[in-house]
């Protein structure tokens, strides 16, 4: 069964920067991988995404300031994230895309707080 862990989340003011990390077990394969977000009150969102060959999609309001890549050999995938605002304070989850098939982990909290 594979399993998602993700991590490097926190506590950081606007205009900063956090890497998150999702580390993939019981899976020899890389599917395509997104990361998704859910902020309170809110429903669960794709913002990043990257296909098996590496290309990438990004929701509008993050292009240009996050930056999802992926290390195969790892079987790790990243999201860079510069210049957070308030409004990407949420929790962070990754997922194989576009399904989601994946069982969902705990996800990683972002808060971005002056």
């Known amino acids: 069964q594979v399993q998602l862990v993700e991590s490097g989340g926190g506590l950081v003011q606007p205009g900063g920067s956090l890497r998150l990390s999702c580390a993939i077990s019981g899976s020899s394969f890389i599917d395509s991988m997104g990361w998704h977000r859910q902020a309170p009150g809110k429903q669960r969102e794709l913002v990043a995404a990257?296909?098996?060959?590496?290309?990438?999609n990004y929701k509008d309001s993050v292009r240009g300031r996050f930056t999802i890549s992926r290390d195969n050999a790892k079987n790790t995938v990243y999201l860079q994230m510069n210049n957070l605002q308030p409004e990407d304070t949420a929790d962070y989850y990754c997922?194989?895309?576009?399904?989601?098939?994946?069982?969902w982990g705990q996800g990683t909290q972002v808060t971005v707080s002056s």
């Open positions: 990257i296909h098996s060959d590496g290309r990438t």
């Open positions: 997922n194989n895309w576009p399904y989601t098939t994946y069982p």
